[in-house]
Structure formats: C-alpha cells, structure tokens
C-alpha cells in the first residue's frame, strides 16, 4: 500500500517537473501567462480549422503532401524579420485595406485549394488579424483553409523551434 | 524509506517552484548570461528629433518594442506613461519603437494615449540589431552602464517591472 502510494507521489512529481520545464505539452497544452489568457475573439476559429505548428512543419517537408497556399496576415515589419518560406506577404488583416489585399488575392485562387493562414504578432487570443482573415477566406467559400495556431509569437513558436525561415521581402 | 519521501517531497516543491516561475507574465529571462552592452541605434522620432541610445548612457532605460495594432502592447502602454512621470527625476527614460509599418497610426496613438516619452519607427533592421523581434511587447531594461539587465517577453507584470527598475535606479553605476 505505501508503495503504491510512493510511486503515485513520484509519478505526479515526475509529470509536474516535466510540464514547469516545458518538455510536455507542446501544443494546445502549452502554459500560457495568467495574464495573457484573454478571451478577446468572442466567436473564435474552431479547433478543427486550426493546424498546429509541427503540424505544419512536417507537411511542408513532406515530399507526398499538398503544398498549402500559405498566407501572413500580420505586419510587413514582422513578416521581413522573418517568415515561413514560401509564404506571401498581404498585410494585417485587422484593416480594410489589409481585407481587400486578401480577397484580390484570393480572387484568382480556386476555392479547393489548401491555404494557410497565420500571423503570430502576438499571443493567439489576442491576435488582431487572424480572426478576420480566416473569417474572409471562408466567407469566399474556401473550405480547406486553415488558421495556424500559434500560442505565444512566431519566434516563440515557430522560429526558436527550429523551423525554417526566410527573410525580406 | 525516510530520505525516499524527502526526494519525493524535495521534488515536489522544485516542480511547484518551475511551474510558478514559468506562469508569471512577461518574465525576464537572464539577459545572455553576461550582460551584453545595448546596442546602440539611430533613429528619428515621430517628432521629427534624433533618437540615439547612447544619448540616454547614465540612465535607466526602458526599451519597449511595440505596435499600435497590438494589443497587450496597448494593455501595457498607460503603465508606462505613469512609471515615465513617476521616475523620471530618478533617472528613467523609456523609449518606444514602434514596429508598425507606417508613421500615420503611430502618431495618432501617441496622441491618444498621452505618451510622454521618445517614440520611433523600428523596422526589421531595429529588430534584427536586439536579437530579432518576432513578436510584440518586447522591453529591455538597460542600466545606467547601458547593459542589458533583463528582457520581457509579452506583457511586463506592473510590480516585478518596478521593482526591477527601482533596483537598477538605486544603483549609481550598476
């Protein structure tokens, strides 16, 4: 009886030691600061429509997958910092100028293409720019189309893991 | 059996520990280790003055990378304005760089919030020169010796930031 005991408290420190240091929970588990826990989009993405981060890093070295259309809906600033190769540049979607930027884009695309969105200017919940353009892309009968969730920043979550990344314009 | 339950216990409170320090907002992360000096820049405010870091070297400086169209950034900005006036005779300067894509919001937003401190258009360069900026509020604290003493990532707590920078104001030379 005390063994098992001893081996349940051991187990819970074990799983407690492993989350504080960040090894688990990598994805939709990942901690975030109390105070950045905001429920700002009222009417948020579905969990089915969002694509994790290794997700798409292994689809896009994937040589058998569909290449997605991937899309920045955030800053220029940023997206020269760094961006996800290949991915186009249109601008915050938090804007009505950044808005029609996406749908003249997306005009020409053939509505079962594969797009994927992102941002990662700030925490996921409080991003400005995701929300609409995932809004306007479904709104123009796009169905696969997928918003990459990204918890904290595109450094924090995409760059600082490793995944590869391209510069300027 | 008994040193068997003061690991366990001793484990326990370590993990508890890691867990409370890894939730707290903003936390700053040990600046590389040995405090690299800040590097300088020179840039034009949204006022049209030139704003170089070294200009600000024997003071405590707040450098906070953000933009007008995020919001924790705009969360965090009043806090600011306030520890500006608060210790300004001590010694702070902070200083805004904006990562928006254009001069017309910022302005705008710097007349909106009343902000009382030098703001100028960063740019990937400016970002690239701190590490890179991938993602907005970014702040350094810099002391008087123009060190890095602490980075935040995402908003700063209001009470660890103060005290951070009432420490390093305390601090003649730090």
Redo the contacts between chains.
């Keep these: 009886m005390k063994k098992a005991v001893i081996v349940h408290l051991a187990a819970i420190s074990a799983l407690l030691l492993l989350t504080s240091l960040g090894i688990l929970g990598e994805s939709g588990a990942k901690l975030l600061p109390a105070s950045l826990v905001f429920t700002d989009q009222a009417d948020p993405i579905p969990r089915v429509d969002l694509i994790q981060v290794g997700e798409l890093a292994k689809l896009l070295t994937a040589s058998t997958a569909e290449r997605p259309l991937l899309i920045q809906v955030g800053s220029r600033v940023l997206y020269e910092e760094a961006h996800i190769p290949g991915s186009e540049y249109i601008g915050p979607a938090d804007s009505a100028a950044g808005l029609a930027r996406l749908r003249q884009r997306l005009q020409s695309v053939t509505r079962k293409k594969f797009i994927v969105l992102y941002c990662g200017c700030c925490p996921w919940s409080r991003c400005p720019n995701i929300k609409p353009a995932w809004d306007m892309a479904r709104s123009m009968g796009f169905s696969k189309i997928k918003a990459l969730y990204i918890a904290d920043n595109f450094g924090a979550d995409w760059l600082e893991k490793g995944y590869p990344v391209a510069k300027g314009d | 059996m008994r040193s068997?339950?003061i690991v366990?216990a001793a484990?326990?409170v370590?993990?508890?520990?890691?867990?409370y320090?890894?939730?707290?907002?903003?936390?700053a992360k040990p600046a590389f280790g040995t405090l690299p000096v800040a590097p300088d820049f020179s840039l034009v405010t949204i006022d049209g003055q030139n704003l170089n870091l070294t200009g600000y070297r024997g003071k405590v400086v707040l450098l906070n990378f953000w933009?007008t169209?995020?919001?924790?950034c705009r969360e965090e900005i009043p806090r600011f304005v306030q520890l500006q006036d608060k210790y300004r005779k001590d010694g702070l300067q902070i200083i805004g760089i904006s990562?928006?894509?254009g001069p017309g919001p910022v302005r705008q937003f710097y007349d909106d919030f009343h902000m009382n401190y030098p703001v100028a258009l960063?740019?990937?360069k400016m970002?690239?020169l701190y590490g890179?900026?991938?993602?907005?509020p970014i702040a350094f604290l810099i002391g008087r010796d123009g060190r890095i003493y602490a980075r935040y990532?995402?908003?700063t707590?209001p009470s660890l930031l103060e005290t951070a920078i009432r420490k390093l104001l305390s601090s003649p030379s730090n």
Excluded: K
Aim: hydrophobic fraction near 50%; glycine fraction near 20%.
């Design positions: 068997l339950w366990i484990g326990l370590l993990s508890l520990a890691l867990l320090r890894h939730q707290q907002p903003g936390s933009a169209w995020c919001a924790p990562m928006d894509d960063g740019g990937a970002g690239e890179g900026v991938f993602g907005l990532f995402g908003v707590d």
